[in-house]
């Protein structure tokens, strides 16, 4: 299954996540494993889960986790990326899997100095806000023209025209959740984005 732009699911802990965004055709799926997250999940878990998936890539998503560990890490569950937060800036070049870097959207030219500094160092910029896209999607714009960025906020089926059409980022990130029990888990809000973003044969 093909989908109209690249997707992460981030914040996956359960297989049951995993396997069905991999089944819709994911591209990239993130374990959120520092211990601090509240969705934290194990390196055991994340192995196990890894070990079901096909066809997708691996992120290990990470906050305040040493670098030194990070990269060990990235080695045993073999990363096709890792997701650090802005408090990584400085040791970027200390970190040997490619980076996705989330930051927070702020003032524009704050942003467009940031990403200037960082690109070269990245293979994509995880952008999040509390706003909504309505009110900085011409910002938006123009990052997206000249930098790799994945929209991490204010997603819906409502809002995916003017992602997909307007900002035209490199893709967009999702976030799965708790299982209600295990084995069994509500994939309403997922499969109504992921449904729409499904290209007609």
């Known amino acids: 299954m093909a989908l109209k732009t690249l997707v992460k699911v981030g914040e996956v802990n359960n297989l049951s996540d995993a396997r069905y965004c ?62 650090l937060t802005e408090n990584y800036q400085d040791s970027l070049d200390q970190i040997e899997a490619p980076v996705i870097l989330k930051l927070t959207y702020s003032d524009t ?21 509390n706003n909504s896209l309505e009110s900085c999607h011409q910002e938006l714009v123009s990052l997206c023209e000249k930098y790799p960025v994945i929209i991490g906020f204010d997603i819906n089926k409502g809002t995916l025209p003017l992602i997909l059409d307007n900002v035209k980022p490199s893709g967009i990130n999702l976030k799965g959740g708790n299982e209600l029990k295990p084995g069994l888990k509500d994939f309403e809000e997922l499969a109504e984005i992921l449904e729409e973003l499904e290209e007609s044969d």
Request: glycine share 8%; no cysteine; hydrophobic share 45%.
């Open 22 to 83: 991999a089944g819709m055709g994911v591209e990239m799926i993130g374990f959120p494993l520092s211990s601090q997250s509240p969705h934290a999940v194990s390196i055991e878990k994340a192995v196990e889960i890894s070990n079901w998936l096909a066809g997708v890539q691996l992120v290990g998503e990470f906050d305040n986790t040493p670098v030194a560990e990070i990269n060990e890490i990235a080695k045993k569950l073999n990363l096709n990326y890792v997701q």
């Open 109 to 129: 030219p704050g942003l467009i100095s940031f990403f200037n500094k960082y690109h070269n160092q990245v293979a994509y910029f995880l952008v999040e806000s």
